[in-house]
């Protein structure tokens, strides 16, 4: 089953996501919250089934996110179904393309 992004709140420093199954219903939350030199993102999914179509909603949102600010460290903690999802940033990790 595909997920989605539905946004609840987004201001310059912060965002939530509430994300979404096809049929609208919540089924968990992203957050990212930014200062000057970090970028924090938490996430969770309830769904275990629903795993890789997170990942693969999630992947790409991070590595857009994190070319906001040049030299961004990242710190981001995702999970799903109570275990946590990898999806290639390691905490603390600069943004590559930008240093």
């Known amino acids: 089953m595909e997920v989605y992004f539905s946004p609840e709140f987004i201001k310059q420093d912060s965002q939530v996501l509430n994300v979404v ?8 939350y ?8 970090k970028m924090y993102v938490y996430g969770l999914l309830e769904n275990e ?5 997170f990942k693969d ?7 857009g996110m994190s070319k906001m600010k040049p030299n961004l460290e ?8 109570g275990k946590r999802l990898d999806v290639g940033q390691q905490q603390g990790q600069s943004n590559p393309s930008n240093g």
Do not use: H, W
Request: charged share 20%.
């Open 49 to 53: 089934g629903m795993r890789e179509d």
């Open 30 to 37: 992203m957050a990212f919250i930014f200062d000057e030199k």
């Open 57 to 63: 909603l999630v992947t790409p949102f991070i590595q």
């Open 21 to 28: 199954d096809a049929n609208g219903n919540a089924v968990g």
């Open 74 to 81: 990242v710190y981001c903690y995702l999970s799903v179904g």
